[in-house]
């Protein structure tokens, strides 16, 4: 079973920031924090991950708490384009997807 | 450019009739895995081949098989299709080792009448 929760959905308003929520409160120490995104009918895409020091690349940032009990996908200037479904995942090299959180950007 | 690939993307078979996908990688990596997606519902990882060491998942229906005759290649075969199996299959792979991310094929989705 999936060890995360999350929202089930959030609307985000085109080109404002998106912050998706998710917690892990099992999370052991050798297990990361990944998120993976998909969009209607494709497979999913690999957004960011990590073990304890916040991350940032070209998609977006991920923001971990102190103990490591929850982090924060951030996309900064959220498209019609990111309307997907976010999966966060703590894990290995095994992913458990749970439900996800289905982020609807309107314009 | 490297990327995973998945023949065909639209499968139709008959209950009960054997049908296999196919996935294929260019970039060289070690660990291939089948997930199988059904309709609303969340990928659900069925087996992965860590190079040639093949890992099932526990609630695995003995009704999946799978290949992987190189490190290219990598089949999923079911032996008697129920319509139940109609779902999207995935095939991922990565690098192997902690920390590294997966990458995912298109999926095929198959049909069963």
């Known amino acids: 079973d999936a060890k995360t929760t999350q929202p089930t959905s959030m609307d985000c308003a085109e080109g404002r920031a998106a912050n998706l929520p998710c917690n892990h409160s099992?999370?052991?120490?050798?297990?990361?924090v990944y998120w993976y995104r998909q969009i209607h009918s494709q497979g999913p895409q690999y957004i960011i991950h990590?073990?304890?020091n916040n991350e940032t690349n070209e998609m977006a940032s991920l923001i971990i708490t102190e103990d490591r009990k929850s982090s924060t996908l951030i996309l900064p200037h959220a498209t019609l384009r990111d309307t997907a479904v976010y999966y966060c995942?703590?894990?290995?090299?095994?992913?458990?997807f749970g439900a996800g959180t289905i982020l609807r950007v309107k314009s | 450019d490297a990327m995973v690939i998945q023949n065909p993307r639209y499968q139709v078979t008959q209950f009960g009739k054997p049908v296999t996908l196919s996935c294929s990688q260019t970039l060289n990596h070690n660990v291939m895995y089948w997930y199988q997606q059904k309709s609303s519902q969340a990928p659900k990882l069925l087996f992965h081949y860590y190079d040639k060491d093949f890992n099932n998942e526990a609630d695995t229906p003995d009704n999946f098989q799978s290949r992987r005759p190189n490190t290219s290649f990598c089949f999923l075969d079911i032996r008697s299709p129920g319509l139940g199996d109609a779902a999207m299959y995935l095939c991922?792979?990565?690098?192997?080792?902690?920390?590294?991310?997966?990458?995912f094929g298109p999926g095929t989705r198959l049909t069963v009448l």
């Open positions: 099992t999370i052991s120490g050798n297990e990361y």
């Open positions: 991922a792979t990565s690098g192997g080792g902690s920390g590294g991310e997966q990458f």
């Open positions: 990590g073990l304890k």
């Open positions: 995942i703590q894990g290995g090299n095994k992913l458990v």
